[in-house]
């Protein structure tokens, strides 16, 4: 069975920094596609970045490129998000997913999620 926790969400200003964490199993991180996904209140779920199946490439939405970076630890088996220049708009919570396929931004793509961490911006 696939496991992901997340973590690292907080409240922050305008303007500022988080990291987000995404803990697997080292099956589930050598195996599956990894990628983030939000989703805010009266919204629904977002892509918001990913990597390829080799990692030289990424992918990431337009309202976050530029500020969010995707990146992967293999010796801890940890995906991360980090969030610069946060605005309130990107205030939801933020789900790691893993799939098959690698590099898509289709939600229904990963069939695995984990719990979510909250991220709240304020102005």
């Known amino acids: 069975q696939v496991h992901l926790v997340e973590s690292g969400g907080g409240l922050v200003q305008a303007g500022g920094s988080l990291r987000l964490s995404c803990a697997a199993s080292a099956r589930t991180f050598s195996l599956y596609a990894l990628a983030w996904f939000r989703q805010a209140p009266g919204k629904e779920r977002e892509f918001v970045a990913a990597?390829?199946?080799?990692?030289?490439?990424?992918y990431y939405a337009d309202s976050v490129k530029g500020r969010f970076t995707i990146s992967g630890d293999n010796g801890k088996n940890t995906l991360y998000l980090q969030m610069n220049s946060l605005k309130p708009e990107d205030t939801a919570v933020y789900y790691c997913?893993?799939?098959?396929?690698?590099?898509?931004?289709?939600?229904?793509?990963?069939?695995?999620w984990g719990q979510g961490t909250q991220v709240t911006v304020s102005s």
């Open positions: 990597n390829s199946r080799s990692g030289s490439n990424t």
């Open positions: 997913a893993s799939g098959l396929r690698f590099g898509t931004y289709y939600s229904s793509d990963y069939p695995y």
